[in-house]
């Protein structure tokens, strides 16, 4: 089974910040990852997929970048909208999801 | 407008059974891959299962592989998840979400609790 690991476990991060998320995979899983985001008491939302493709109607500020064991999730200007909990999601071999990463006000 | 609207949770006791239900609506729903995740109360998300278009591929989580079926009526445009067998560690919120081939989960319904407890 493939592993997925995402670090930090938690981010605080203020309004304007450049925030980045690494996410690790156990072994290669090319460019199948998904990076999703969720806020409390809702659905995930779909925001990058095969590592580097925004989804339709995600802001610009999003990005997503990497191959392979190891990717990126890129938040060039973090506004208010983005605290929230992110997660990558492996679809090479079934599905994995990382463990989350929360992104909260400092 | 594409939806999904999950059904069916509850509270059940340790080794009884329950049925989720997600129908969908807005999309060809007999062209999607239809998946199952769920979070623990608390905890992250958790891939459950997954079902292609035709049926013709299933595939199960480990940790439910034995106990819950996946299905779908795709000329009634719902997804289905029999469990059975169940445990207090599959308490939590169930997800169904469309799959799109080689671009992970893009729609999801807004969830359904399945508690289980004596």
């Known amino acids: 089974d493939i592993q997925m690991t995402q670090s930090p476990s938690t981010l605080s991060a203020s309004v304007g910040d450049r925030v980045t998320i690494t996410c690790r995979a156990s072994q290669s899983i090319s460019s199948w990852l998904a990076w999703y985001q969720q806020k409390p008491g809702k659905a995930p939302k779909l925001l990058i997929y095969?590592?580097?493709s925004l989804e339709s109607g995600v802001p610009s500020r999003f990005s997503g970048s990497g191959s392979g064991t190891e990717f990126t999730l890129t938040i060039s200007s973090l506004q208010p909208d983005d605290f929230a909990t992110y997660y990558c999601?492996?679809?090479?071999?079934?599905?994995?999801f990382g463990p989350g990463t929360k992104v909260d006000i400092k | 407008e594409v939806q999904l609207v999950e059904s069916g949770g509850g509270l059940v006791k340790p080794g009884g059974s329950l049925r989720l239900s997600c129908a969908a609506s807005?999309?060809?729903?007999?062209?999607?891959?239809m998946n199952w995740v769920r979070q623990a109360p608390g905890k992250g998300l958790e891939w459950v299962s997954s079902?292609?278009?035709?049926?013709?591929?299933?595939y199960y989580a480990d940790s439910v592989k034995g106990r819950f079926t996946i299905s779908r009526d795709n000329a009634k445009n719902s997804l289905y998840l029999q469990m059975n067998s169940l445990r207090a560690e599959d308490t939590a919120v169930y997800y169904c979400?469309?799959?799109?081939?080689?671009?992970?989960?893009?729609?999801w319904g807004q969830g359904t609790l399945v508690t289980v407890s004596s």
């Open positions: 979400a469309r799959g799109l081939e080689y671009s992970g989960y893009d729609v």
């Open positions: 079902i292609s278009s035709s049926s013709s591929y299933i």
């Open positions: 807005g999309f060809t729903f007999s062209s999607y891959s």
């Open positions: 999601q492996q679809y090479n071999s079934y599905f994995t």
């Open positions: 095969k590592a580097s």
